[in-house]
């Protein structure tokens, strides 16, 4: 038998009862400081439910097309080269999956409210018991970004999973039949997870500045990619106030994949100062830098790092050149074998209490050099050196992160975010 321990402050799995709205037993092995609770079923009967809706693409054509007939929207489409009987064929299964979400919370006597990106609102949100996503990951993430409350639950349905991986939201197989995942979690057939998530404090210019919503930039302003890097000497029109004379501010989003930093145009270096936990704080130049929980190292930060068998195999060929070695260079099952060790290493568990960087394309010469590019971090402080940076969270909000500006990245077991694992 497993022996019971109490788990640290900041491990997701130390369950307060106080904290939630669910009343449960559980225990914690002494070996699972991450989301391995065992626990008796939950009882969880929310009254209210908020579902927040993706925008299908047809009704992101419909309100980016300028003709108000369908047979405009064709037009617009086929100029193209999309195909208009498919767009509506997915915003259709959407909408039917959407529908059976609706009636099956109704069914349990659950007065349900569903809203889309424009009308996901903080006091809609604190109006529910329940936040439940229609969507995919994306819509996943948006409706996480706005939940502070670590006691409001938060489920991810993938309304059309043929088109859509839906990482965050519950299995394929419950999201193709939607009555029976919401049965199921409605009777207590699941356990409370807690994904971490990165808290973010900046000091300095644009501590206090608006964010952008990159979730409605291109409905609200089609031409904004073309004018938001016109702002290279913005910094000599700022007061000339001292960053250390401006108060620290919590940014109001969480960021449960990733937080990017770097120039807004790829195309430029991206110049920062940074350090992490208590090292000294160096001076690099890169691709731009992107800091990630556990959840979204299974993301953007798995894409960057992974490598494919081929790498694998050309640093074995040099191996064995230089350390006259026999490596199995030829053997396909070797070489993915290693290629996946390594690429599953990259992984960790959404509830550990930790971050993981990494460097884009560092520049290295005899000025610029970054020791460890790549790591892990429980704290990081970041000194912006850029004309035009950004610091952009789960690629849906975006702060102006110019010269003068510094971030503070943090994970804070109160900021972690409750969801379901059913069972």
């Not at 038998?1 to 009862?17: D, E, F, H, N, W």
């Not at 086929?78 to 009987?85: I, K, M, V």
């Not at 060790?341 to 610029?368: C, H, K, Q, W």
Request: proline residues 4%; hydrophobic residues 35%; aromatic residues 8%.
């Amino acid at each position: 038998m497993k022996a019971v321990t109490k788990l640290p402050l900041r491990c997701v799995c130390s369950c307060y009862g106080r904290l939630f709205s669910v009343s449960s037993s559980v225990n914690c092995s002494e070996n699972s400081q991450r989301n391995e609770c065992t626990a008796s079923p939950p009882k969880f009967k929310p009254k209210r439910a908020l579902v927040l809706t993706k925008m299908s693409r047809y009704e992101y054509e419909k309100k980016m097309c300028q003709s108000e007939t369908e047979e405009g929207l064709q037009r617009y489409l086929a100029e193209r080269g999309s195909d208009y009987e498919g767009v509506l064929i997915r915003h259709n299964i959407h909408h039917s999956n959407l529908k059976e979400v609706k009636e099956t919370l109704e069914k349990e006597d659950i007065e349900t409210k569903i809203v889309q990106r424009f009308e996901y609102t903080p006091d809609a949100i604190q109006w529910a018991d329940i936040v439940l996503s229609a969507g995919g990951d994306g819509t996943f993430l948006l409706a996480a970004s706005k939940i502070k409350d670590r006691s409001k639950p938060l489920v991810g349905i993938n309304t059309d999973p043929a088109r859509s991986e839906g990482y965050l939201c519950l299995p394929t197989k419950f999201s193709l039949r939607v009555s029976d995942a919401l049965e199921r979690f409605l009777a207590g057939k699941f356990k409370w997870m807690w994904r971490q998530r990165i808290r973010t404090t900046m000091t300095g210019q644009h501590a206090n500045d608006e964010p952008l919503e990159l979730h409605n930039q291109e409905l609200q302003y089609p031409e904004h990619r073309f004018m938001e890097h016109v702002a290279e000497h913005e910094m000599y029109k700022q007061s000339s106030e001292s960053a250390s004379d401006l108060p620290p501010r919590v940014l109001p989003v969480l960021a449960l994949n990733e937080v990017f930093i770097g120039e807004c145009l790829s195309a430029r270096v991206s110049y920062f100062e940074f350090s992490t936990d208590d090292s000294i704080s160096v001076k690099q130049k890169s691709s731009g830098l992107t800091v990630c929980t556990g959840t979204g190292s299974s993301s953007w930060s798995f894409n960057i790092n992974h490598i494919p068998k081929e790498s694998v195999k050309e640093i074995l060929k040099i191996t064995n050149e230089i350390a006259n070695c026999s490596c199995h260079i030829d053997s396909e099952a070797v070489l993915r074998k290693i290629a996946s060790e390594f690429n599953n290493s990259l992984r960790f568990d959404p509830g550990e209490a930790r971050m993981a960087y990494t460097m884009r394309d560092p520049v290295m010469n005899g000025i610029y050099h970054v020791a460890v590019p790549r790591g892990f971090a429980n704290r990081m402080t970041i000194r912006s050196r850029m004309w035009d940076g950004c610091l952009a969270i789960d690629g849906g909000v975006s702060f102006k992160f110019n010269d003068g500006a510094i971030a503070t990245l943090e994970v804070f077991s109160e900021d972690a975010l409750q969801t379901v694992m059913l069972t």
